[in-house]
């Protein structure tokens, strides 16, 4: 019985281990979204936040970004990144310069 136990107890923990690798890649992938949109805005691009801003779409991981519908000021973005069923996402706040290119103002990592 004690050895039944003992490997009940190891299997919850690989189950565990596992969804928290998946959730761990899942935010990797968000926080590279933010990281590319960041040089994006950096090299003088520009982004209507009219629709989602596709990044990387294949096999197991989507990474997109999307924009908050309410109306602020810095407009507020999230990097999403839907990696095998798992979703995390990365904040981004924008502002838009006089040219119309844009600025990251602040990230949030949660």
């Known amino acids: 019985?004690?050895?039944?136990g003992i490997n009940?107890?190891?299997d919850l923990s690989l189950s565990n281990t596992k969804d928290e690798m998946?959730?761990?890649?899942?935010?990797?992938a968000a926080e590279s979204g933010a990281r590319w949109f960041?040089?994006?805005c950096n090299s003088g691009n520009r982004w209507n936040f009219g629709s989602d801003f596709d990044i990387e779409n294949k096999?197991?991981?989507?990474?997109?970004?999307k924009?908050?519908?309410m109306s602020t000021n810095p407009?507020?973005?999230m990097s999403y990144a839907v990696s095998n069923g798992v979703t995390s996402r990365v904040h981004i706040y924008v502002k838009e310069k006089n040219n119309n290119t844009l600025e990251?103002?602040?990230v949030k990592p949660y």
Do not use: F, Q, T
Not at 1 to 4: A, N
Not at 22 to 28: N, T
């Open 1 to 4: 019985m004690l050895i039944l």
């Open 8 to 10: 009940r107890l190891a």
């Open 22 to 28: 998946r959730l761990i890649v899942s935010h990797y």
């Open 38 to 40: 960041y040089a994006y």
């Open 59 to 65: 096999d197991n991981l989507h990474m997109y970004i």
């Open 67 to 69: 924009a908050d519908s």
């Open 75 to 77: 407009k507020h973005l």
């Open 104 to 106: 990251i103002v602040n």
